[in-house]
């Protein structure tokens, strides 16, 4: 065993939500050791890679667009989305309606105080499932950060590295937490393996051969090490009986090293998990032609007009549209029997309406590069979509409806039924027929009109009505999609402070968490559903509080 290491607080995982976990105990004064299997080039974990988002309520960014917002309106689209039914869901509650304050009052200026700033044009994610009370945003909250990611990243590294200049905190990476250390009841410090050093780069995966042994005690430990998306048994595992059959096939939205492997190790010690079966996977999913992990999965953040049709051609219901209502969308294609499904669309919708999830995905708004912003006004298909569209095995692109099919046949599974030229051609005419007038029985026509009534869609992420038949409009293109997993929306039950739970509802004393690890705060603030630009906001708002928790809790 190592020589023994000691510190104020010990924070598991070097992720966002350990950033600021970390940063605000070391702003209070307590020496704190964070704790990283990867290797420092991995610090920031998963939201590095994010596009940034952010969940705001009635922000100055909202009213420049025309959006009237307010607390009670993201509170009832917030517990409509949630559908809080269960005992144990006091405490999610608890969090959402606390994050919600949070995201209506000081979140912004919080991060604007230190350095933090968002592109002007506020998008409108989850649009929901057509019922005032239902689920979905009913207006724009999703605001993207100027660097995406790593522009979220920045000031709180920044921050944990001034006070690693000062000796007040410390970097424990390549340790792998095998343990939690329990003496009387109380967790006062983590043991585990030092793995070898690795000089990979961020996201691919790493050694795990072993050079040593280590134990760092502290007087409060947080646990800020993420989700389960990377380990895809343990996500069939837990997936529940009302989202169908898990798919025999994904895509993974996260590096393998996201494996719920200290989730279990925490709950084995004797804190209490709630809600596992939770989560939240797209069906967007693409793979992609430049892999940075393994069986690496990109989102297509699509725009309303895309023909979205199951494996055998059958277009999908209201309210499964692109970017409406992802867990229904879900479930629906889950009763399907197939692991994928289609976009069909135009050039026009493509250059309009596809944006790509992830910080490497969007180089202008990650390298705040304002000339390249600006290029996707102009005419052609962002930069990254247009590489997919090139070289994506899961794209396919032809001058006529015929040879789009034949295409999309060609790429389909083995076990699939063969597309009907004929039947897309009827679904493709019908739904043309309902351009012809400014109203419409088509629902899914209705609600693109309806989005370009709102100024930001109609500048950047909905594309002008036309018929999909037009050549003008060419060429079609379809898009084979995946289930691609990502969050976790269960996890660690905590108390307002950040405290686990035990089993019968007592704190276990020394023990915190925040982040995906407990389900964004309490262990499952969003309940079944999220609203988007939610996750990154759970890891700032459970890792500031577990972080100011714990600092408070230090003798």
């Not at 949070?102 to 700033?117: C, N, P, S, T, Y």
């Not at 693409?286 to 699509?302: A, Q, T």
């Not at 199951?310 to 629906?332: I, N």
């Amino acid at each position: 065993m190592a020589a023994e290491q000691q510190a104020d607080v010990v924070v598991v995982g070097g992720g966002l939500a350990g950033l600021v976990a970390a940063a605000e105990a070391a702003d209070a004064g307590r020496s704190v050791v964070v704790v990283e299997q990867e290797g420092e080039q991995s610090l920031g974990g998963q939201a590095f890679w994010s596009l940034g988002g952010l969940f705001l309520v009635d922000s100055p960014e909202q009213r420049r667009m025309g959006i009237k917002d307010s607390l009670a309106l993201a509170t009832q689209d917030w517990l409509g989305s949630a559908q809080f039914d269960r005992d144990e869901d006091r405490w999610p509650r608890a969090w959402a309606e606390a994050y919600l304050d949070f995201a209506a009052g000081e979140k912004r200026a919080w991060l604007r105080g230190m350095g933090h700033r968002f592109f002007p044009l506020v998008g409108w994610a989850e649009r929901g499932d057509g019922r005032a009370e239902g689920h979905g945003n009913s207006v724009p909250r999703f605001h993207i950060t100027w660097g995406t990611g790593p522009g979220v990243v920045a000031p709180f590294e920044r921050r944990v590295r001034e006070h690693a200049s000062t000796g007040r905190l410390r970097f424990a990476f390549r340790h792998q937490v095998d343990g939690l250390v329990v003496e009387g009841g109380t967790v006062v410090g983590v043991r585990g393996t030092v793995l070898e050093p690795t000089a990979v780069d961020r996201g691919r995966p790493s050694s795990r051969t072993a050079v040593g042994e280590f134990e760092i005690r502290g007087q409060a430990v947080v646990v800020t090490s993420g989700g389960i998306g990377g380990n895809h048994d343990l996500v069939r595992k837990a997936w529940p009986a009302r989202l169908g059959t898990p798919p025999r096939t994904m895509v993974s939205g996260v590096p393998a090293h996201v494996d719920g492997r200290m989730l279990a190790i925490t709950q084995d010690a004797g804190a209490s998990v709630i809600n596992p079966d939770r989560m939240w996977h797209y069906v967007e999913g693409i793979r992609n032609w430049d892999p940075i992990w393994d069986n690496h999965g990109i989102r297509i953040l699509p725009g309303p007009s895309s023909l979205w049709l199951d494996a055998t051609g059958r277009r999908l219901p209201a309210p499964c549209f692109p970017g409406f209502d992802t867990l229904s969308t879900l479930q629906h294609l889950r009763q399907t029997g197939h692991d994928y499904s289609w976009f069909v669309l135009t050039q026009k919708v493509i250059e309009k309406e596809f944006a790509l999830s992830g910080s490497e995905q969007n180089p202008d708004l990650t390298g705040k590069d304002i000339k390249l912003v600006l290029s996707r006004v102009r005419g052609g298909a962002p930069g990254p979509v247009e590489a997919f569209k090139q070289h994506g095995e899961d794209f396919v692109v032809a001058d006529t409806l015929d040879e789009l099919v034949k295409g999309m046949n060609a790429i389909a599974d083995p076990d699939v039924p063969e597309l009907d030229t004929e039947a897309i051609r009827r679904l493709v005419e019908a739904r043309d027929r309902e351009i012809d007038n400014p109203f419409s029985k088509d629902a899914q026509i209705t609600a693109i009109r309806g989005a370009r009534g709102y100024r930001g869609d109609r500048l950047s992420r909905t594309a002008t009505p036309h018929k999909f038949l037009d050549p003008k409009a060419g060429p079609l293109i379809a898009v084979r999609l995946h289930v691609l997993s990502r969050k976790t929306l269960g996890g660690l039950e905590t108390d307002l402070d950040g405290r686990c739970l035990r089993s019968d509802g007592s704190p276990f004393p020394g023990l915190y968490a925040a982040g995906e690890v407990n389900g964004f705060g309490g262990g499952g603030m969003m309940g079944y559903n999220a609203l988007e630009g939610t996750f990154l906001g759970g890891c700032l708002f459970s890792g500031r509080t577990a972080g100011r928790a714990a600092a408070r809790a230090v003798g």
